[in-house]
C-alpha cells in the first residue's frame, strides 16, 4: 500500500469531519469559537482520530457513520495541547510551526478554548443521532474508556506528574508513567475506541489494546528523540527545549542510541500484537512504523 | 417544613457520595488528587446537586442510586470554580473564605485540577455500574444536556463573554445572555438531570426547565446583588470587587433597588413554573426563596 497517500487521504476525512462537527463562529461567542477552531485548524497530524478509524476498518467496518466520535478524540487531543503550551505549563509560543493559542487569543482565551473543545468532545460523543448506528451501552463504555483514559489517573495525571518532574529528579519508572499517562492513555484508548465501534470480540480487543499500549509508548520515546535530534523547522516546536528544562526524557536517561533502540523494539512489539489480523491492519502496521520514522 | 435542617441533611447526602465517588490521595498522582479534592471539599454549598436531588424527589422518586451524577455536577461546579479564579480569569485568591487552588497548587496544578474535576465528572456520568438502575439512553440523553449546558455554547461560553465584557462596555443584552450561560446553565442542567433520572413526562420536564431558567437567572442577580451590599467576611470572597473591575453587573445597569425587586419577581416566577407538583416540590420551591435570601 501506499501509506503517504492512505494517510492524506484519511485526514482529509478526519478534516471533513471536523468542518462537519464543530461549531461555527457567529454571534456574540464569535471570539470563543473561533479560538477553539484556531488549534483545531492549526494542521496537525490526526494521529488519534485516524488510528480510532484505523483500528475500525482493521475490523472491516466503515467509519463514516462514526466521524463524530473522531472528532471528538481531536478535540481532546487539542485541548491537552492548548493548557500544555500555557505560560504556567510549558510556556510554549510555537505549535505546529504557528503562535500557540494564547499568543493570539490570551491566556484566559485559551484556558477556555481548551476547556470549551474538552467538553465538546463529550457533547459529540453523547449525540443523539449516533444511537442509530451504536448500541447505546456500547456508546456508554465507549465514553468510560476515553473519560479514564484522559482523567486524573491519564492524561492530566500524567501532565501533572510531567509538570513536577521538571522541579526534581524521577526515576526511570516515574518518567514511564509519567509517559503512559500523558501521551500513551489517548493513544490506546482511540485505538480501543475503533475497536468498539467494529464490535470487536474480547480477543481483538486485547491484541488492539497492547497495539496501543506500544506505539503510545513509542510515540513518546520518538517525540524525546526529536526534541534532541530535530530541529526547530521540522519539529514546528522549540528544538533541544527539554534539555534547556532539565526534563526528564528517554534519551536522557538511555542516550540517544539505546532510545533508538528501544523505540524500534516497541514499534515491533505494536506489530506482532496484529499478528491475527489479516492486511485490513496494515494501516495500522504502518502507522506502527511511521511513528517511528516521523520527522516531527 | 424546616428548610434549614432539609439543606444541612443533604448536604451531608452529598457529601457522603463525594467522600465515596472521589479518588483517594495516593500514590505519585496524590498530589494532583489532592488539588482535586481540595476544591471539592472546601465547603461549597452543594446548591447544584441538591437541586437534582430535589428534582427527582419532587417526582417521587429517591436520589441515593444516582448520587454519582449528583457528584459529577458537583465536580463540574467545582472545576468552573478553579479556572474562574485563576490569575488570568478573575485572578481571586479567596473563595468561600479560604485561599483559591492555584494559591496552593499554582496555576498550572489549578489548571490541572480543574481538568482533572471536568473530565471525572464524565467518568462519573458513565460508570458501568449506573445501567442497572437508569437506562442507557436516558443516561446518554443526561450526558448531552450536561456537556451542551457547560460547553462552548453554554457554560465555558458565559465565562468567555464574562472576560470580554470586563474590557468593553456591554448592552444589557449582552449581561443576561452572559448570565444565562456561565451560572444559569448548569442550574437549569442540573434539575433537568434530576428530571430526567425520575423519568419526568415531557410536560414535568418543561416545567422543571422553566424552574431552573428562572432560579439560575435569579441566582446570579442574587450574586450580583451581594457583591455590592454584602461583606467579605459573609461572602467569603471580596467585596466590591466587581465595582472595582467596572463589571458588568444588574446592580450597575439597574440600581440596587430594581435589581432587587427583578430577583424577587424571578423567584416567583420559579415558583409558579411549579404550580402543578404537589407538595412533594415543596423543598424545590424552599430552594427559590434560599436563593433569593442567602448572604453568601
Known amino acids: 500500500m501506499n501509506f503517504k497517500s492512505y494517510l492524506s487521504e484519511k485526514r482529509g476525512v478526519i478534516e471533513n469531519a471536523l468542518a462537519t462537527c464543530m461549531l461555527k463562529s457567529q454571534g456574540e461567542l464569535a471570539r470563543h469559537i473561533e479560538s477553539m477552531n484556531y488549534s483545531l485548524e492549526a494542521g496537525g497530524k490526526r494521529v488519534r482520530p485516524i488510528l480510532c478509524l484505523a483500528a475500525v476498518e482493521a475490523l472491516g467496518e466503515t467509519i463514516e457513520p462514526y466521524l463524530p466520535i473522531c472528532c471528538a478524540l481531536e478535540c481532546i487531543h487539542t485541548y491537552s495541547l492548548i493548557h500544555d503550551d500555557l505560560p504556567a505549563m510549558d510556556d510554549d509560543n510555537l ?28 457533547e459529540l460523543l453523547s449525540k443523539p443521532e449516533l444511537s442509530s448506528v451504536i448500541s447505546d451501552a456500547n456508546r456508554l463504555q465507549i465514553i468510560q474508556i476515553i473519560a479514564r483514559a484522559i482523567g486524573p489517573l491519564g492524561m492530566v495525571g500524567g501532565q501533572a506528574l510531567d509538570i513536577d518532574a521538571e522541579k526534581q529528579k524521577v526515576s526511570f519508572e516515574t518518567l514511564q508513567m509519567i509517559h503512559r499517562c500523558k501521551t500513551g492513555a489517548l493513544i490506546t484508548a482511540s485505538v480501543q475506541t475503533g475497536a468498539m465501534l467494529a464490535r470487536a470480540s474480547t480477543e481483538q480487543f486485547l491484541s488492539l489494546t497492547e497495539y496501543g499500549n506500544k506505539i503510545g509508548l513509542a510515540f513518546q520515546i520518538v517525540d524525546d528523540l526529536l526534541n534532541v535530534v530535530g530541529t526547530t523547522e521540522d519539529l514546528g516546536k522549540t528544538a533541544g527545549s527539554d534539555a534547556t528544562r532539565n526534563k526528564a526524557t528517554y534519551p536522557a536517561f538511555l542516550g540517544v542510541e539505546k532510545t533508538r533502540n528501544m523505540a524500534e523494539d516497541t514499534v515491533e512489539a505494536a506489530k506482532i500484537a496484529l499478528k491475527n489480523f489479516d492486511d485490513k491492519a496494515d494501516p495500522l502496521r504502518n502507522l506502527a512504523d511511521y511513528i517511528y520514522n516521523r520527522t516531527h
Open 95 to 122: 505549535r505546529r510551526g504557528k503562535p500557540t493559542n494564547h499568543m493570539i487569543y490570551g491566556e484566559a482565551g485559551a484556558i477556555l478554548a481548551g476547556d470549551g473543545l474538552l467538553t465538546y468532545a463529550f
